[in-house]
Structures are given as structure tokens and as C-alpha cells.
């Protein structure tokens, strides 16, 4: 049995209006189902974004069983396509001469030549001869400008055309146009005389016409027109489009499924009413009063305010499609009996307040009077359908947002009647501006495991290609990198491009040691000092470039370990760095390739070229630096390739074949690749994060509006200057607005919630917690409530958060605040006090018991009364408090820092010392500092010779010092055994490197001392002297020194000792054994009681303590000494005393700065002589790291 063939489908002109989008694709589904299109046939599907084009297909496949034969497409591409249809491919190009990117190239050609005409004299002073980008910002500009006037104004294109400098306005009267705006048309002209006659038939207004033409002619179309066309869910639609659709009519099933927020004519509630002048009306009035005979500031009390307020642009579309849209023909071609479908729904008690809201502006219902509105029924407080939350910050939004969202997915259906569970899938997140939260989104939604009960899946749509591309971004900064500095950080994050790594062969797990080798190496900026010769910096040289730290990285593997004078062997002159070698070098063989090609980069994009020449480098620039292993990076190389391919044929199109610099290539390539398309991920399964952009009305069961700000919301428009439209008397219907557009996106925000509507922004400053102003629109919705219903229930569904999310108000008993991290809620659950459950699960530490198989060295005492906290937490309770990673350095040296300096200082007083020979020894420092200076470790040019002469100065200094101290001793000593146990303390150590007192020597020491029969030395790379104007030892340098004094006096030898620094000389003379030995054994004691808890004693803070001075701030800090670094800086102190307050809650902090630094202080005074080195000025008094 054979199916009997399908009746053609019955062309004309039908539109649905609804105001609910369930309802129109249901009808559009069942609709096609009933009336399908022939085989091999298609219906066609105009949506005018991505997220609508997914939604139609999803339902109609959960409606149909399958969404087959349907092509979704965006009207302009509907438009041209049609165009070649009805006129034949033959007569129409496959693009516009005119469009957007081509009109880009021909102003290019163009405009050069134009602008010294005196008509153009308005324009001209916008381009530098420095920038040469500007002219392609010009030309943008006009072509998004004449593109526009091409859907808006063909008019008053026809007529610039015609030689006619008018302006025609929308009540038909006819304007000159203004003086100052006259190139405009004559710009327009000299554009439509390059192109062929062909090419002139060929732009889109006067296409248009010919396509009107034609289909209203009894000629049939050249090619077979789609059988129906669907235009669904737009709120606003072009005149052009609606003028076409009409005309298709005739030919095609031409359906309109439009969203109409209103079941009443409502077309004259706002201004602008008298622009439209269709005389048919589809819709009724609403009874009781024509509103068209209504004063504005009336309004209010016969229409709905805010589809007064918000309804605008969709005001304008419908009473346009009235003059195509005849309601009563359509019912009779079609035989229907009801063409729209607004859902007549009765209120109940029970009725939502969202639904209440969407119902009055269904109606059209004003704002109730007090009788009404004190005789309906009250909503009930456990009505939360309409939400405003206010936050601190952006991130504190997501916070709130999560734990909200948790809230609501975790209730489950309770009842038949009942509406079902909430899936992430029915929650969409829309904001201002997508690309900006996406990180923090990332941050507050991703933190958590598919494991983690607290997860909710989710997506982002709408994020740029540039953004939302790794491999993009690293193109981007290639592309800017002849003009900018090549810092090693920017390096280290082009080579964590998964693409670029995988091009030249680096593991990830290899990224940490090549790290370490750049930096090593010395690279800081700069690829070569050809690359800063580019910048006007050739004065800086090759030092610390990228390649000067490549060739140190390739010698250093070439030459080994082994010490060699490369430049007496007539090699190079910089200093290998000899950590490369092994079977890792291949890494610097990476970075050479790397380093190579972004040079060869730099020396071809030096030169100006043509259109096609450049599209020759990019392409090389890509695959020379990038291979695509995952999918995103395939796809984002083949749109690149796209890109390129696009701008190159608009410049073949536009003929335009000059030299282009980089910038504007550079330009040219990345504002092709944001063509928009409907291929972006929207509704994946998870929450929906989103821009809000006009026409993506979908229905959710929950919407989200975030960054709801004052000033952020509606989006301000940036009309250009020479914009015409946006002349006064120039508006038409249909024109478009940003802030038109937002005010209409709130109202199908709000119309498209089912559930929840849930409105948030940064009600409170960050600064001072003042209140911050919502958007304007949020106002006027809270408003609308306050009148409608009470302020008391705005003021009921209005939340104020805490700034922090672990703020105490979220645990407080009987608080409508919620929160979903449990950690924070441990933490406050906490007692101050520990109970005895409490004890028992986590004990406290048990009593320190010294291991007398391992005894105290001397330098671990020593580094214990340094920092007596950290040594605690580090022995006892095994925490290391680690000083965050500095980052890398970017900047050359200009200055040496005191840290590194104190390095410098001990690494050459070791190379120097490590033989004897004085002439040698000052051999070796010269060697060693010029290494040093070969390795990029000294500041450039002059500052580095001045550097290695104080270097140099600074050492010999010392090592005289040193000499003179060796030439008063005699030959070495043995080592004395240190042993000594208090309270089953063992200390036990060996004290090398002593040296025999000559007898000329002793005749030298104070007569009111003891003898020493021995000596000890000791190089200081720091400073040891005080600024005054009598030398005098820095107390905090004396730790160390006191203890080994202590230590040998304790075994019963008498020692002197001398310490040899930067500025000067201390003399340590020795002391008696009984007093050494109850010295160390009391350092001993507080040693054992600080392993047992932390001992609040610091040594700056105490010693300040003990001579009286402001210890207070040294612990803290004080305004009168800015420079001075506090003790509390240090992490560990931080955690057990926060402040000197706390250091001296218990009064051990003053018992132990008197027992530890009292005896300190009087050993200095009475043992320790100072002096300063030959013609040393006294130094500033800045603190330095001489203990680092």
C-alpha cells in the first residue's frame, strides 16, 4: 500500500503571537508535524542567537521524536541566500560587495586618497602619521557605520547616490544634510564609482529592491525558494527582513512565532507612538479606554509601568509587523480558529508573585489602588519566586549564588502538585559582560570535585575566541612582541601553551627545571640585542637577553663543571652556566629552537608588506610555534586559518594590495576572527552562565540577572560622533539601542522565569560597607513591588550579605543566611576553651624529651635564639612556614639589592680564602667578580663598573683586615671537643679552625683580662657596627659569636676572637669558665622550654626591650621608622603573637628578654671592642640583611 501523496504546503503570510515560548514551538512543532514540507525538502528556522537556535532543536526533537529536515540559520545569511535564489546565483555574488569586511578594505584604498579633499577636512585630523592603525580604526568605524545604514537608511543611501545630500526622516519631510557631515555622502559615492556597474546592482539596498521587485512581478524566482520559512522567538526584526518575509509570502509558507509579552494592543503607552502610523491592529484594546488618547504622564494609571518602562524595542517590532500581519485574512487562509496562544491562567491565593507580576503585564493591568490592594490576597512569606540579593563584590555574588543554588536543588518534589526537582540544567546565569566573571566563575563553581556533594555542573557560553583560548592568546602576544619587551615571565606562560610545547618538544613535568635554568642564566627581557635595537634600546646591549642566557646555558653544557677561562681560549666573552648537562640539555636545545623562530618572528614582521604577504607569515608564524594535539586548540588553529582567509580574500575583493606595518595586520587578523556564528556551547547539561543579549527569551525554570549594578546596567551606547542616526528628529521604529535593547532583555528576563527570579549586584562597598545604588531597571522593579504589593515584601525577599563568606552571621541560630561550607562552619563550632571531648580527640602535645644519642650543636643553638618560634614549629610540630616563591624577575639590574650583595660578598671572600697566598687570594676575587659580571649579575654598562669596583674595593678591604688578624696568630691549633649536659640537654660540638696566640700578640690584650692562649677568625659578609659616632657592635650580630665565645670558655680554654666584616672589626676577648658554663647552661634551660611551646622572645623586640627603646615598635612596626621590618612580618611569630600585645600577654616575654639579652648585652659590653676599617664612613642607618 503506497502513501498517498502530501497537498503542497498552502503559502501565505501566518504569525502566532504568545507569550510564552513553551507554547509558540509547541504550536510551531505541531504545526510542521501537520503540515510537513515535501522529500528532500527543508524547513527553514530564522533564530536570531545561538542559545535560541539550540533551544527550538531540542524541543521540537522532545516534541517530534526528532528535529530532522530543518536548517537553523540567522536572518542575514537567510536574506543573501534568498537573494540568489529569486534573482540566480549567476546575478548575485556570494557576498556583497559592501559588506562589512570587504567595505573595510575598499575605505582603506580609499580614504588616503580622500581625505585632503576640503569636504573630508572633518575627519582628516583623526589619523597620525605614529599610528598607523588609526586609518583602520577609521574605516572600521564607517563600515560598521554604513553597514548599518544599509539595514536602516537605504533611503537616504539611494539618494547620496543621486548626488542628493538629504536626509529623509520618518514623517517624510526631508532634511539638508548638515555641512559638517557632507563627506559622508560623498564618501558613499566615491565608494559606489569602484565598483563595477554589476558590483553597484549588487549592495544590499538596491539588491533588495530588485528581490521585492521580482517576487511581486509574475516572474517565478530563478531557483526553487524554501517551501516555508519560520521566524521564531524575535523580538525585533529589520525592516528589510519583514519586508522580504512579505514578499515571500506569495510564494512560501512564511511563519512568525512572535513572543508578545501583552494579549492587549499596547502600542501607545509609551512615547514615540506617533512614529507608527499603521492604521490595522491586530490586537484588541484592552476594555475600558483607548489608551492612544492618554497623556504619557497618565499612563501609570491605566497601563502596566513596566512594560511601559521595558517595552519599548518589542513595541516598535509588533506594530511594524501589523502593516504586513493581516489576523483575520490569516485565520481565513489557513482556517483557524485562534491564532494566539497567551496563556489565560486565572490567579489564586496560591498564585506566585513571579506569576502575579507576569500576569499584569499580560493584562496590561495598572498598578492597583489601595482598596484593591488591601482586598487581595497577601502573598505569603514562603514565597521566594522573586529574589534580590546583595553582595560586596563580584566574587561574593558566585558565593551567594552557589550556596543558593544548593538550597534550591536540594529540595525535592513534595507532592503530585508540586512542581518537579530542580536540575542544573534549568538555571541559566545571565551577566553584562560575560569574559570578566568567567575566571571568578571558574574559581567559585570549579573549586569542586564531580565527587563533592557541593558540585554543580556548569558552563559558560558566549566567551570570545580570543578569551577562551590559550593558543589564541599566545598568538596574540606574539603578535605584539616586535613592539614589547619579551619579559622571561611572558616567555615561561608561551611556553606553558600546551600547542607551543608540544611543538618543540617540552614535557610539562620539564617546565620547573627550565625555569630554573632561565633564571640561572640570567635571562630577564629581550630576545637579542637586535630585538632591543627594534625597541631604541641598543644601548642596553645583549646583557640578560634570552639568547645571552641561551649561549651561557650552551657553553655551560659544552665546558662541564670544570672551570675555564673561555676568553683566554679566544671564546666568547660571558660566563657558561654550567647546571645544563646530562640527558635534561635537550631542553636547552627547546629553548633554542623556541628562541630561534620567535627571532626569525620578529625580523619578518619588521617589514611592511601586502595583504597576501602577511597572510604567507601567519600562516608560517603557526605552524612554525604551535602544534594542536586536543581538540580545542585543532579547532582554534582552524580558525585562525579561516581568519587569515577571510581578510585576505575581502583585500582581493577590495583590491587592495598596499603595505600594511604589523599593527594593522595584526588588527586585521584578530577582528576577522570574531566573526559571530551559532556554533557556540549553550545548555550543555549544567547551570548556563551567559551575556545578556537581546532575543534569548528561553524559558528556565530559574534565572539569574548578576552584576545588577548602577551604571553597568542598562549598558551605556557608544554612538559615534558622526553617527546620523542618532541626530535629533533621525529616530525611526525598529531603530536599535543598547539601552533600549537591555531594558528589553530585563522584561524577557523576567517574563521567561518560571520558578525563581533572582536579581543580584554589589549592593555594599568593599571599602566601607556603604550602601551602592542597583541598576536602574532593578530599582524599577523593586518599586513596582513596593507600590503593588507593600515595601514590607520587597524588604522581606531582600537579602544583605556579610563581605566574607566565612563571616559568624552565616552559623548564628535562627539565621536566614545559608551556607553550604562546612569548613568555615568547623571553624566557628569551635569553643574557645577546649573541652575534655575535645582533648581526647586531639591531645595536646606531649612534654619534650631530649634524645641523648642526638646532642645540640652549637648552630643549631644559635639559629634557636635567631628565631625561637620557627625553630618550634619546625622540630616539634614539623610545619614549615615557607616565604612565598618570588616571582621572576623581569627587569634588568640596575642596582644590586642588599641580599644579593651579601651573596656576592660571601661567595668571593669563600673563593678567596679557600687557598692560602694573599697576592693569589686577591687574584681570585678579581677572576671571580669578573665572572660574576659575565654572568649578568652585575647592573649594565657604567652602573656595573662602578658596582665591581666597590666589589672589588669592599673585598680588599676585607681581606686586609683579615691578613693583619692571620699575621698576629700563630699556626693552627687542634679543635677543641665541646661537651657539656644540663637537665639531660646534651650539647656536644667540635670548634675547628683555632690558631695559637704569639706572645707579641698577648702583650697587646687588656691587662683586666685573662690571657688567651688561642684565637678564632671569622669573615662577616654583613655589616657589624652601629651608626654612631663610637663604634659599636649591633647586639642581633652577636648571637652566634657569643655562643662559640661561650662554648670554648666553657671547655676551659681561653680564646680571642675576631670578626672581620664589611664596616669594620670586632675583638672578642675571652671570659672566665664558671661564668661561661652557668651562661650556657641557662641557654640550655630555655632552650629545652622552648622545644616544649613557643617562647615569646624575639631577639630585635627583646633587646630593645632591654636597652630601654621602643620594643613596641619593633615588633609592630612604627610610622616614624617605615624602612624598619617588623618582627611580627615573620609568619610564625604572626600565627602565635599577632601583636606585641599578645607577645607580652603571659610576662614570660620580659622574663626572658632579662634573662637571655641582659647577660648578652653585659658580655658586649665587657668582651667586645669594635673598629672600624681604614677610612670606612659610618653607614646609614637602614637596617640590612646581614643575617639572611
Request: proline share 7%.
Amino acid at each position: 500500500m503506497t502513501t498517498p501523496p502530501q497537498p503542497p504546503l498552502r503559502s501565505g503570510f501566518l504569525a502566532f503571537h504568545g507569550n510564552r515560548a513553551e507554547d509558540l514551538v509547541e504550536v510551531m512543532a505541531n504545526w510542521v508535524r501537520r503540515h510537513p514540507v515535501g522529500p528532500l525538502q527543508e524547513d527553514v528556522i530564522l533564530v536570531q542567537s545561538n542559545g535560541m537556535a539550540e533551544w527550538v532543536k531540542m524541543e521540537m526533537a522532545r516534541i517530534s521524536g526528532v528535529c530532522a529536515a530543518t536548517r537553523v540559520e540567522l536572518p542575514a545569511r537567510f536574506l543573501w541566500r534568498t537573494y540568489r535564489q529569486v534573482l540566480g546565483r549567476d546575478a548575485v555574488a556570494a557576498e556583497s560587495p559592501l559588506d562589512k569586511i570587504p567595505m573595510v578594505w575598499r575605505l582603506m584604498q580609499l580614504l588616503p586618497g580622500l581625505l585632503g579633499q576640503a569636504v573630508f577636512a572633518p575627519v582628516a585630523g583623526f589619523l597620525r602619521a605614529d599610528e598607523p592603525d588609526r586609518l583602520l580604526q577609521l574605516a572600521n568605524q564607517l563600515a560598521d557605520l554604513f553597514d548599518q545604514y544599509q539595514n536602516y537608511r537605504p533611503d537616504w543611501l539611494e539618494a547620496w547616490a543621486g548626488g542628493q545630500d538629504q536626509l529623509f526622516v520618518v514623517a517624510g519631510g526631508v532634511q539638508a544634510l548638515p555641512p559638517e557631515q557632507q563627506w559622508q555622502a560623498a564618501l558613499w559615492r566615491a565608494l559606489l564609482q569602484g565598483l563595477s556597474p554589476a558590483q553597484q546592482q549588487g549592495i544590499r539596498p538596491r539588491l533588495h529592491q530588485r528581490v521585492l521587485a521580482r517576487l511581486a512581478s509574475a516572474q517565478p524566482p530563478a531557483e526553487a525558494l524554501a517551501p516555508r520559512v519560520i521566524a521564531f522567538g524575535m523580538s525585533q526584526v529589520a525592516w528589510t527582513t519583514l519586508e522580504l518575509l512579505a514578499a515571500l509570502a506569495p510564494h512560501s509558507q512564511v511563519v512568525l512565532a512572535i513572543p508578545n509579552p501583552c494579549r492587549f494592543y499596547w502600542g501607545d503607552i509609551m512615547d514615540g507612538r506617533e512614529l507608527l502610523h499603521s492604521l490595522r491592529r491586530r490586537q484588541a484594546l484592552r476594555p475600558g479606554r483607548d489608551l492612544a488618547t492618554l497623556a504619557l504622564e497618565d499612563m501609570h494609571t491605566e497601563a502596566n509601568p513596566l512594560l511601559a518602562a521595558w517595552g519599548r524595542q518589542g513595541r516598535d517590532f509588533i506594530r511594524q509587523l501589523d502593516v504586513f500581519d493581516d489576523a483575520q485574512a490569516s485565520r481565513q487562509r489557513f482556517g483557524l480558529e485562534r491564532i494566539d496562544l497567551f496563556d489565560e491562567t486565572e490567579e489564586t491565593a496560591h498564585t506566585p508573585l513571579l506569576k502575579q507580576v507576569q500576569n499584569r503585564i499580560r493584562d496590561l493591568a495598572p498598578l492597583p489602588g489601595p482598596e484593591a490592594r488591601s482586598a487581595a490576597a497577601p502573598v505569603p512569606d514562603s514565597d521566594r519566586s522573586m529574589v534580590f540579593h546583595l553582595a560586596h563584590s563580584p566574587v561574593r555574588e558566585l558565593e551567594i549564588l552557589h550556596d543558593q543554588l544548593l538550597q534550591l536543588l536540594a529540595q525535592a518534589s513534595s507532592g503530585p502538585g508540586a512542581p518537579a526537582a530542580l536540575n542544573p540544567r534549568d538555571v541559566i546565569v545571565m551577566v553584562p559582560d560575560i569574559e570578566p566573571m568567567a575566571p571568578a566563575i571558574r574559581a567559585v563553581f570549579g573549586q569542586y570535585k564531580p565527587t563533592d556533594p557541593r558540585f554543580i555542573p556548569f558552563d559558560i557560553a558566549d566567551m570570545g575566541a580570543k578569551s577562551n583560548s590559550p593558543l589564541i592568546a599566545a598568538l596574540q602576544w606574539l603578535l605584539r612582541l616586535p613592539q614589547q619587551r619579551c619579559r622571561m615571565s611572558e616567555l615561561l606562560e608561551l611556553l606553558e601553551v600546551a600547542a607551543v610545547a608540544a611543538c618543540f618538544g617540552i614535557e610539562p613535568a620539564s617546565l620547573p627545571k627550565l625555569t630554573r635554568w632561565m633564571a640561572g642564566a640570567g635571562i630577564r627581557w629581550g630576545l637579542n640585542q637586535g630585538h632591543r635595537t627594534d625597541l631604541g634600546l641598543q644601548a642596553c646591549g645583549d646583557q640578560n637577553s634570552a639568547w645571552f642566557g641561551l649561549q651561557r646555558m650552551l657553553l655551560g653544557y659544552a665546558s662541564g663543571a670544570d672551570e675555564v677561562d673561555l676568553r683566554a681560549a679566544g671564546l666568547v666573552a660571558i660566563e657558561p652556566y654550567v647546571e645544563v648537562g646530562g640527558l635534561e640539555a635537550e631542553l636547552a636545545g627547546a629553548l633554542a629552537h623556541l628562541l630561534q623562530a620567535l627571532a626569525n618572528w620578529v625580523l619578518a614582521a619588521a617589514t611592511p608588506a601586502a595583504p597576501a604577504v602577511w597572510a604567507a607569515r601567519g600562516r608560517a608564524l603557526l605552524s612554525g610555534l604551535f602544534k594542536a594535539e586536543s581538540q580545542a586548540d585543532k579547532q582554534a588553529l582552524q580558525a585562525l586559518e579561516d581568519a587569515l582567509a577571510t581578510w585576505q580574500l575581502a583585500c582581493e575583493q577590495a583590491s587592495f594590495s598596499q603595505d600594511l606595518s604589523l599593527e594593522v595586520a595584526r588588527s586585521a587578523w584578530l577582528d576577522a576572527l570574531e566573526l559571530p556564528g551559532l556554533n557556540q556551547r549553550f545548555k550543555a547539561g549544567g547551570v548556563t552562565f551567559c551575556t545578556l543579549m537581546p532575543m534569548r527569551a528561553i524559558p528556565f525554570e530559574v534565572v539569574c540577572l548578576l552584576g545588577m549594578n548602577d551604571g553597568d546596567y542598562p549598558r551605556r551606547s557608544q554612538r559615534a560622533d558622526f553617527d546620523l542616526m542618532g541626530l535629533p528628529g533621525m529616530a525611526r521604529p525598529g531603530d536599535r539601542s543598547r539601552r533600549e535593547d537591555d531594558r528589553q532583555l530585563m522584561l524577557e528576563a523576567l517574563l521567561s522565569a518560571r520558578r525563581l527570579l533572582y536579581l543580584s549586584w554589589c549592593g555594599r562597598s568593599v571599602r566601607d560597607n556603604s550602601l551602592q545604588a542597583p541598576s536602574v531597571l532593578v530599582s524599577q522593579l523593586m518599586d513596582y513591588l513596593s507600590a503593588g504589593w507593600g515595601p514590607a515584601l520587597v524588604e522581606q525577599r531582600t537579602t544583605h550579605h556579610p563581605l566574607q563568606a566565612f563571616s559568624r552571621r552565616y552559623f548564628e541560630l535562627g539565621t536566614p543566611l545559608i551556607t553550604y561550607a562546612r569548613e568555615w562552619r568547623a571553624a566557628h563550632q569551635q569553643p574557645a576553651v577546649p573541652t575534655a571531648e575535645a582533648l581526647a580527640r586531639h591531645p595536646p602535645l606531649p612534654p619534650f624529651v631530649p634524645d641523648p644519642g642526638v646532642p645540640l650543636t652549637l648552630a643549631q643553638l644559635s639559629h634557636f635564639l635567631r628565631q625561637p618560634v620557627k625553630v618550634f614549629f619546625r622540630q616539634r610540630l614539623r610545619v614549615v612556614f615557607d616565604e612565598p616563591a618570588a616571582g621572576v624577575d623581569d627587569d634588568e639590574c640596575f642596582e644590586v639589592d642588599r641580599l644579593h650583595d651579601y651573596g656576592l660578598v660571601r661567595e668571593l671572600l669563600a673563593k678567596a680564602t679557600a687557598q692560602p697566598g694573599q697576592d693569589a687570594r686577591q687574584a681570585r676575587v678579581t677572576r671571580a667578580l669578573s665572572r660574576v659580571r659575565l654572568a649578568g649579575q652585575l647592573p649594565m654598562a657604567g652602573l656595573g663598573d662602578n658596582k665591581q669596583q666597590a666589589l672589588q674595593a669592599l673585598v680588599h678591604t676585607m681581606l686586609q683586615a683579615w691578613h693583619a688578624a692571620q699575621d698576629r696568630f700563630g699556626l693552627a691549633a687542634q679543635r677543641v671537643l665541646i661537651r657539656l649536659q644540663v637537665d639531660g640537654v646534651l650539647l656536644q660540638d667540635w670548634v675547628d679552625h683555632l690558631l695559637q696566640v704569639k706572645p707579641s700578640a698577648q702583650a697587646l690584650q687588656p691587662a683586666d683580662l685573662p690571657l688567651a692562649t688561642h684565637a678564632w677568625l671569622e669573615l662577616e659578609p654583613g655589616r657589624l657596627l652601629t651608626d654612631t659616632k663610637k663604634p659599636l657592635a649591633r647586639p642581633e650580630k652577636l648571637l652566634a659569636h657569643w655562643v662559640r665565645s661561650l662554648a670554648i670558655a666553657a671547655s676551659g680554654r681561653l680564646a680571642q676572637g675576631v670578626v672581620v666584616g664589611r664596616d669594620g672589626v670586632l675583638e672578642i676577648s675571652p671570659m672566665g669558665q664558671d661564668q661561661a658554663q652557668t651562661t650556657l647552661s641557662m641557654l640550655l634551660r630555655v632552650w629545652l622550654d622552648g622545644m616544649q611551646a613557643p617562647l615569646p622572645v624575639p631577639p630585635k623586640t627583646a633587646l630593645a626591650w632591654v636597652a630601654g627603646k621602643d620594643a613596641a615598635g619593633q615588633y609592630q612596626g612604627s610610622p616614624d621608622s617605615p624602612q624598619q621590618i617588623a618582627d611580627v612580618a615573620e609568619a610564625c611569630l604572626a600565627r602565635v603573637f599577632p601583636d606585641f600585645e599578645a607577645l607580652c600577654a603571659d610576662g614570660r616575654f620580659v622574663t626572658l628578654a632579662e634573662q637571655v639579652y641582659a647577660p648578652l648585652l653585659a658580655w658586649a659590653k665587657q668582651h667586645v671592642s669594635a673598629y672600624r676599617h681604614a677610612g670606612e664612613p659610618a653607614p646609614d642607618t637602614a637596617d640590612d640583611l646581614g643575617d639572611a
